[in-house]
């Protein structure tokens, strides 16, 4: 199983955990990076859009493979989300709202854990 395989189905268990365990922040937190990851692995279409062609249902010629990310994408993928909500939190923290800092912090933990989890693995 690659590293992309583990980490999303290690994903899809903790967040029904945590749907079950109504964690919203977890929740939140857990789709974002499940979200992020299908955006990685998009590939680009270029000027395919401007020729687009509807197709009957289940016509696979629409398909497009996804990209493959290795370890090194997915540190560095988890890392950007990461630092995203640290420096948000920042953000929310001079202006005053450190509520809303503290919930972006403890998003950042999340992942984080994600993170150690990956690294650990790979060494």
Do not use: N, W
Request: aromatic share 4%; net charge negative.
């Amino acid at each position: 199983m690659s590293d992309l395989q583990e980490l999303t189905a290690r994903l899809r268990v903790d967040l029904k955990a945590a749907m079950r365990g109504r964690c919203l922040a977890e929740v939140k937190v857990l789709r974002g990076l499940i979200a992020a990851i299908d955006d990685a692995q998009a590939v680009p279409v270029g000027s395919l859009h401007e020729t687009y062609v509807v197709r009957a249902f289940g016509d696979p010629s629409v398909e497009v493979p996804r990209r493959d990310l290795g370890a090194e994408d997915l540190r560095r993928l988890l890392e950007s989300e990461s630092t995203a909500y640290l420096a948000a939190a920042e953000e929310y923290r001079a202006a005053g709202h450190h509520d809303r800092a503290v919930e972006l912090t403890a998003a950042a933990k999340i992942v984080g854990g994600y993170l150690d989890g990956l690294v650990a693995a790979g060494e």
